[in-house]
């Protein structure tokens, strides 16, 4: 099933939906990280979560970044995603492993500890950014997640993300939210069936295993409450925004010296992309043409 962003609502527009299949993008970011098995689900994880989050804006160009500080070996975790289905990020530690937990399932709230802070970033395309930091409350991602979105945007939500990897690869990936707008919020008997199928449903990761499609999965939760699913699929992949030239401009913050010195001391210089892995080569010349238009526009 291609990687897919479907959108619904139920309950009269009292309940609004959302799930995402990333199995394919997760398995790109898996393969350019060169990534763990515990590395791949915490990614995954959040790419998922990213692309949940910015669905839910308006403008075009809007994007969400999402950071995950914690204690663990993992390190730092960076995802930016937008509303245009686009996402990239990675881990700092790719390579860190661990053994699983005693149900069998990755560690993931090990790797990425369960002390540090969750940062979420909203960009809309003007003004300053929006921009909200909260405790972790396991490392789990899912559940640090839900509590940003109890905690910050203040609308009870059910957010639930999953990554299924094994030696192949990554078999199944993706996630959904729920969230119970406050015209539904009162009606307590709604609230709580849906926190019962919540609570009652199979993993995420098992369902699309077993076949079941989005609109599958939201017909069994929201199936008998007025459940309507937009007509709209959206394709979401793996991308990243970076180029030649704009590596070619971040080369500018070092400064004339540090440019000087890559001439001089290595006819040039090599850059990679953080969020993609993918490798830049700056050659002795185009060093040369930099430092020329910086000096240039100093003696302005």
Request: with cysteine.
């Amino acid at each position: 099933m291609a990687d897919q962003l479907i959108r619904a609502t139920a309950a009269n527009g009292g309940i609004r939906a959302v799930g995402v299949i990333t199995t394919r993008l997760t398995e790109e970011a898996r393969l350019r990280h060169q990534l763990s098995f515990v590395a791949t689900a915490a990614l995954g994880r959040t790419m998922a979560a990213a692309l949940l989050f910015a669905s839910s804006m308006k403008r075009e160009g809007s994007r969400v970044n999402i950071r995950i500080k914690g204690d663990g070996p993992l390190g730092g975790i960076l995802v930016d995603g937008g509303l245009d289905g686009t996402v990239r990020g990675y881990v700092e530690h790719p390579d860190v492993e661990l053994p699983p937990t005693p149900q069998g399932k990755l560690d993931v709230g090990g790797a990425v500890g369960h002390n540090g802070y969750l940062y979420v970033i909203r960009d809309v395309g003007y003004g300053y950014p929006y921009s909200s930091t909260v405790e972790l409350v396991s490392g789990e991602i899912g559940d640090d997640l839900t509590h940003y979105l109890a905690t910050s945007e203040q609308t009870p939500s059910a957010l639930i993300v999953g990554v299924f990897v094994d030696e192949t690869g990554v078999i199944a990936s993706g996630g959904l939210v729920i969230q119970v707008l406050p015209k539904a919020a009162r009606d307590e008997e709604l609230v709580e069936l849906l926190e019962a199928r919540l609570a009652n449903l199979a993993g995420f990761t098992t369902l699309l295993r077993s076949g079941k499609s989005l609109q599958d999965i939201f017909e069994q939760l929201l199936g008998d409450i007025g459940l309507e699913i937009l007509p709209e699929v959206q394709l979401v992949r793996f991308h990243c925004g970076c180029s030649h030239e704009k590596v070619l401009g971040a080369l500018k913050l070092f400064g004339q010296a540090e440019l000087q010195d890559m001439i001089e001391q290595d006819q040039g210089a090599e850059a990679t992309c953080d969020f993609c892995g993918m490798k830049y080569q700056a050659t002795e010349a185009e060093l040369v043409q930099l430092l020329a238009e910086m000096r240039a526009e100093s003696s302005r």
